[in-house]
Antibody, heavy 121, light 106 residues
Framework: EVQLVESGGGLVKPGGSLRLSCAASGFTFTNYAMTWVRQGPGKGLEWVSGISGSDSNTYYADSVKGRVTISRDNSNHTLFLQMNSLRVEDTAVYYC??????????????WGQGTAVTVSS | IQMTQSPSSLSASIGDRVTIACQASQDITNYLNWYQQKPGKAPKLLIYDASYLQAGVPSRFSGSGSGTHFTFTISSLQPEDIGTYYCQQYESLPVTFGGGTKVEIK
């Protein structure tokens, strides 16, 4: 089955860290760029970060640059998002999504179910 | 690039034609996608490159436009179409989404 399954969300204090994971199955993971999109409570969608398929070029939104690192393990078909120095405004459901292309094209044709991150003291 | 959707919400009857507008703050040619998000679920790609129907998506959904003005249409609203619809540009990074249009059944 073609799917993405996120994990790693939870409750963390401001300034803390979390590592999100996204396990991919049913498609050739190496052949596609991957991305993280988040959605704050009652809010719209915000692109967070993306990574190309083969050469792993990385891209970040200004709101998270310097605090977040995206990476991928192509041998284990897994995408990661390491989040440090978390802020209250990072509270959101984080979705991983598959791009239609090897390089970050920006068309996301498969999404995971999301993992919730809450930053609160 | 800022994406502005209108209306922010709408209520229509089953079988009605529903139209959502999306305006980009600058020319994005046809680098525009539409997603559907049902309550409590992940977004789903419906339309890519402004007017191409994603595989498996019902033909009552369509998109048009280029440059800065785009339109999404449901030709005959069905009960399963309730949810929020987002436009998204990918002409340049960061990709950005419109604020969403919540579609309800009257």
């Amino acid at each position: 089955e073609v799917q993405l399954v996120e994990s790693g969300g939870g409750l963390v204090k401001p300034g803390g860290s979390l590592r999100l994971s996204c396990a991919a199955s049913g498609f050739t993971f190496t052949n596609y760029a991957m991305t993280w999109v988040r959605q704050g409570p009652g809010k719209g969608l915000e692109w967070v970060s993306g990574i190309s398929g083969s050469d792993s070029n990385t891209y970040y939104a200004d709101s998270v640059k310097g605090r977040v690192t995206i990476s991928r393990d192509n041998s284990n078909h897994t995408l990661f998002l390491q989040m440090n120095s978390l802020r209250v405004e990072d509270t959101a459901v984080y979705y991983c999504a598959k791009d239609k292309a090897l390089f970050l094209d920006g068309t996301f044709d498969l999404w995971g179910q999301g993992t919730a991150v809450t930053v609160s003291s | 690039i800022q994406m502005t959707q209108s209306p922010s919400s709408l209520s229509a009857s089953i079988g009605d034609r529903v139209t959502i507008a999306c305006q980009a703050s600058q020319d994005i040619t046809n680098y525009l996608n539409w997603y559907q998000q049902k309550p409590g679920k992940a977004p789903k790609l419906l339309i890519y490159d402004a007017s191409y129907l994603q595989a498996g998506v019902p033909s009552r959904f369509s998109g048009s436009g280029s440059g800065t003005h785009f339109t999404f249409t449901i030709s005959s609203l069905q009960p399963e179409d309730i949810g929020t619809y987002y436009c998204q540009q990918y002409e340049s990074l960061p990709v950005t989404f419109g604020g969403g249009t919540k579609v309800e059944i009257k």
